[in-house]
Every structure is written in C-alpha cells, then in structure tokens.
C-alpha cells in the first residue's frame, strides 16, 4: 500500500511521535536521553520552533512542536540525523534507529493543546519508579511547567500555562490539578475532557510570534557584518580566519529564514559545496549556544 502524504499545514502544532525499530531501544540510558535534548536544541536553533512539551520514554518519545513557518519534516530529518548519528557511533551500529516515519497529528484547538500536553506529561508514568511521581522524571518538561526550571533550554511553557492564568504562579497550581486530575484511572481519552480555558478561541490560530522567512540573502549577510563590524563584502572572502564564525552565521540564518537550499546558500557564499555549508552552519549552532555573542546576534535577528 503506497505510503499517504503527511497532512502538513504552514503554522502548524504538531504533536510528534518517534519511535525505534522493534529491537532496538531508542535510548539506552539517560546518557542517550539527554543527547538527544542537545541534539533537539541543536536543530531548534537551526530551524527556529517553538517546543511546548516533550517526554522521552525507552522505545519512543513525544514532542509538542510549534513549527513557526518551518517545514515540520525538514525539522524531524535534522533531529534524526544529529541523533542516529551519535547513537551509532556510539555503539557501533550502522543501520536503522527509528520505526519508519515518525507519527504526527495536527493540534487545532487550544483545549486539545493542552490535553495533549498533559498526555504527554502523564507519559511518564510508565517508566520503572515513576508510577506515582511522573513529575520528578528528569527526561519530562513537566518539572518545567511545576516552576523548577528548563534543564535545556528548549521549551516554551508559556503559551500553554496562559490558557489557566495570565498569574504565572496560578497557572502552574492550576495545571499541577489538572495533571493529577488526569491521574486518576477514569480518565481516558483527553480529547473528550471537558477542559476550561481563559482562551475564548475554539479554532487554534498561531498568532504568537510567526518568525518572517523571506529575507533575502544580502539581508542577511549585512546584518551579521554589521555585527561583526566587518564589510558585507569580507563575509564572501573565503580560506581567511577572521571570518569564519560571520560566514558560518550568515550560514545558518540563510538557511533558516530565506526560503532557500543549501546549495543556492553555497554558490551564494562562493561556490562552497553543500557538505561546507552543513559544516559551517553546524559551527553556528555551537557559537549560539556556547558564545554569548552569537547567541545575542541570533536574538537580535529574529526579533
């Protein structure tokens, strides 16, 4: 039977379902668990999305994503590669990690987003020693959503905890009850909860944040040199030191905001070859992640 189109939308929220091959462990040890966050953070600030709720289990995991006009394929493909990549040289392996296509199903109404952030939490209760306290389990964002913080750096709780409180303190009271709530053994498909929300809107339309991506390559190039305070035209010299990290931004900025491919990106940058600007847009990541600098540059493009 030949394989059904995904059902993609522009802005959509995609709930996210990965899983590996029937004999294969996706994670192997919190060690696996917590390279794959890095490895989500990783493709999150090369494709701008926002992340509302996420839990790892063994064999799968669940992410709640907000594409933000990215291709929520294009996401996944970067998320797989950067992990089976570690999880093969790691233990040796050349072959297949996960089942197939990952699974996802588009969230349109703000109640079942938060029905399905708490699925996603409860999640955890499956785990050995996590029966009765779901919460605690590290590889969660529920921890985050009780106050104790992003161990990532990933997620974005905000949205979903507005729909209780505009009182951030109040809202993490009232979704701890609801998360207890759904506890309980009589309650089974979320989708049939009958969820009271401050949020009047039934149809779930993305109006937070929308990251514009039609800029144009010299867009880009001159932001970053004006950065970098360097000449636009210095970011084209190629084999020089000195500008490296400008050309690996400029890089990735391209990628992610002016609708283009790497190789376009590469002739653009000098006739570089594709597998050139995977490696410079992969040196980007690490200097916005390691590099206040870049980090503020970064901020500062998306606005």
């Known amino acids: 039977m030949p394989t059904q189109p995904r059902k993609k939308e522009k802005y959509a929220i ?12 996706l994670f192997k040890s919190d060690v696996d668990k917590a390279t794959f966050m890095i490895k989500l953070k990783e493709s999150q600030t090369k494709y701008p999305f926002k992340l509302y ?13 907000d594409c933000q006009d990215q291709d929520i394929s294009v996401i996944m493909k970067s998320l797989n590669l950067r992990y089976v990549k570690f999880y093969n040289k790691k233990y040796e392996l050349d072959s297949r990690l996960c089942k197939g296509r990952f699974k996802s199903e588009i969230i349109d109404n703000d109640r079942y987003l938060l029905a399905v952030s708490l699925y996603i939490h409860r999640n955890a209760k499956d785990l050995p020693g996590f029966r009765e306290c779901p919460q605690e389990y590290l590889f969660s964002s529920m921890s985050t959503y009780l106050g104790e913080g992003d161990l990532f750096g990933v997620l974005d709780e905000e949205r979903i ?31 049939k909860l009958d969820l ?10 993305n109006e937070r944040g929308i990251l514009k991506s039609d800029y144009k390559i010299e867009d880009v190039v001159d932001f970053v040199a004006k950065k970098e305070n360097i000449q636009s035209n210095e970011i084209f010299i190629k084999n020089r030191s000195y500008n490296q990290n400008a050309r690996a931004m400029v890089t990735l900025l391209a990628t992610a905001f002016c609708e283009k491919k790497c190789k376009d990106i590469a002739m653009n940058l000098g006739s570089l070859s ?3 600007i995977s490696q410079l847009g992969n040196r980007a990541i690490k200097l916005i992640i390691n590099n206040s600098h870049y980090k503020m540059i970064f901020e500062n493009f998306i606005g």
């Open 161 to 191: 905890l507005e729909f209780l409180d505009k009182n951030k303190k109040k809202a993490r009271k009232e979704y701890a009850q609801l998360f207890e709530y759904t506890m309980e053994e009589h309650v089974g498909n979320l989708k």
């Open 274 to 276: 594709v597998s050139r």
């Open 196 to 205: 009271r929300i401050k949020s009047k809107k039934e149809k779930y339309i």
């Open 53 to 65: 709720a996420y839990c790892l289990m063994d064999n799968h995991a669940h992410l709640l994503i």
């Open 14 to 25: 995609y709930h996210i379902i990965i899983k590996s091959v029937k004999d294969r462990l």
